[in-house]
């Protein structure tokens, strides 16, 4: 089977159908939209920041299932740590995404995040992948929106 | 009913093995598995005979066009004007100067806006559109509004994806500049009754521009009939290159019309006070135009007709009906654009799956077709979806393409099941 299809049998036989922290976070003060112009995928992030610690965390929005699963993970991954553990793990899942984390040889913090590695397999849906962890960036820099036509892969 | 007596059914005029066999791609593998092409909406495949002409053309005729006395320029004009012609007689312009070639529809839309929109639209002016329409239709005419003070009037349409003519007709007012329509939508299928909506602007003294892309390749064309002012469509939607495209305009329209760019080919006489521009078409085709690809579309233009355009349509709308009718019976699909009359485009969403896993799983099959928004989101707004899966399909397509789709759904629907 190949790395594309295992992508999608195991994101979505789980997340997609089951998205972890998936709804609204009433006492949120940080928020970000990420929009991929491309296909539509428009997702919303709240999270609260108590200093430096993500303490919750939660993620909306219409997306593709790549997207959903992304976002899923990605929530259960950052909760509980630190802005700066969490840009970490931002920066490899861009670079796992786009070919230059070779997670197979190089050390990572990704853990299981490392199934969406085939999604280099699925070119043209890096930018879903990585369309959460955008808007993740976005919402601890205050930007209030995110988005995959940026350039900044 | 089984789908191979649907098959026998179904069978057409076209021999589309024969006619396969032009297609060197269509031989090709994808992910390991035969290429399924249902994606000729946005750019079809070139035959061989095409391919030939382009490398012929490149290996012993090359020179730059009306510019020189020697041997290759010479060659090079009359292919080039050759291709000219043929473009005429395949929409049955009145006369070969009525063709300018463009690199696309986008750019003979373009062009319509500058040359005459920018000429003759004022503040206060209306210019309408439908709501079908691609963005290439929309959002040059956005850019001259702005510039203007003008507006754009939109005639909407119903839930199958037809335009509403009532609706249409009560657009028009003392204001009504132009009127700018898709002949056939791209996103629904949707062919538009453009004959009579013609005639009704042309009521009002209103001239209209049709957005041939989706229709040029699929049936016969006859602009005369038609009595549209402008029509515009894109080489490599119908077997020919990209980079090429055409605009008819009626010469009395483009003789009135400024020049959309200035260069090299357009000009009779140029001196630092004053340029004279040449005649009609030239005026329009600034600069060094695309040859090669003029000729290799008129080369494409010989092989559909070689085929017939009847023969074309008989067989896609085969297609159609056929993959229409299979789609159906697929549990939690939503086909977009029902509408009487239409081309071989099938838009349809599958309940609980995003058009883009769609994709990518048929991809996974060797299936091509597209996922989105097609370049037409008030489409997608208009019916609700953030975007839809769609085949297309050309006449060198089988029944058992089709087929290979169906499965492919259910394969699709099996991941996500
Ligand atoms: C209806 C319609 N109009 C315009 C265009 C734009 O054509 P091109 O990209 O060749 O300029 C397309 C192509 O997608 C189309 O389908």
Redesign the pocket.
Known sequence: MSDGRQLYQEVIMDHNKKPRNYGVLADANRRAEGHNPLCGDHISLALRLDDDLIREIAFQGETCAICKASASMMTTNVKGKSVADAETLIQEFRDMATGKLDTATQAHHLGRLNVFAGVRELPTRVKCAVLPWHTLHAAFHEESSATTESGEF | MTSVSLHKQAATALDVDKVRADFPILMRRVHDLPLVYLDN??SSQMPQPVIERWVRYQQSEHANVHRAVHALSEIATREYEGARDKVARFINAHESREVIFT?????G?NLVMHGFGRAFIKQGDEIILSALE?H??IVPWQMLCEEKGARLRIIPMNDAGELLLDEYEKLFNAHTRFVTL?H???ALGTVNPVRGMIHTAHQHGVPVLL?G??AAPHMAVDVQELDCDFYTF?G??MCGPTGI?VLYGKAQWLEKMQPYQGGGDMILNVTFEKTTYNAIPYKFEAGTPPIAAAIALGVAIDYLNGIGMGAIAQHEQALLSYATTQLRQVKGVRIIGTAQEKAAVLSFTLEGIHPHDAGTLLDMEGIAIRAGHH?AQPVMQRFGVPATARASFAFYNTFAEVDALIAGIHKVQKVFA
């Open positions: 909406a946005a690199r696309g529809t986008t750019e839309i691609h290439s239709n898709a056939v939508s791209n957005d892309a989706q894109s490599h939607k495209g370049c």
